[in-house]
């Protein structure tokens, strides 16, 4: 699932709430970082299990996520489980490597 305005109200209740693990993603609208977005469209269809994320750092509300998770840069992947950050994933990267970061938290999740 991909929601493209997450704000405060759409973390705490479905991403804390929920249990399920979640990626979230902040990134500019930017050329350098337009591959972003397409990635997780792509991940979004291998990993059913997981809720995907994106917002884009000009919007508004995103003070709260910078202040939540003392990030400074974008893009940045946040793997969220149960509340809990399991992992971060910086830079601009390819989506082979977002899709191994993804997987590798998910053996973490389930004591693999």
């Known amino acids: 699932m991909i929601l493209k305005n997450l704000d405060r109200g759409v ?12 990626l979230l993603c902040f990134y500019q609208n930017s050329i350098s ?14 990993f059913e299990s ?5 917002s884009e750092a000009q919007d508004h509300e995103l003070g709260f996520f910078f202040s939540k998770f003392h990030f400074l ?4 992947f946040i793997f969220i489980e149960n509340g809990i950050e399991k ?9 082979e490597k977002i899709g191994a970061f993804i997987k590798g938290n998910l053996s973490e999740t389930k004591g693999q």
């Open 11 to 22: 973390y705490e209740k479905e991403v804390i709430r929920s249990g399920r693990p979640a």
């Open 33 to 46: 970082q337009s591959e972003t977005v397409k990635s997780i469209e792509i991940l979004s269809r291998q």
């Open 50 to 54: 997981i809720q995907f994320y994106i």
């Open 73 to 76: 840069g974008t893009p940045i």
């Open 87 to 95: 992992g971060r994933l910086m830079g601009t990267v390819s989506t």
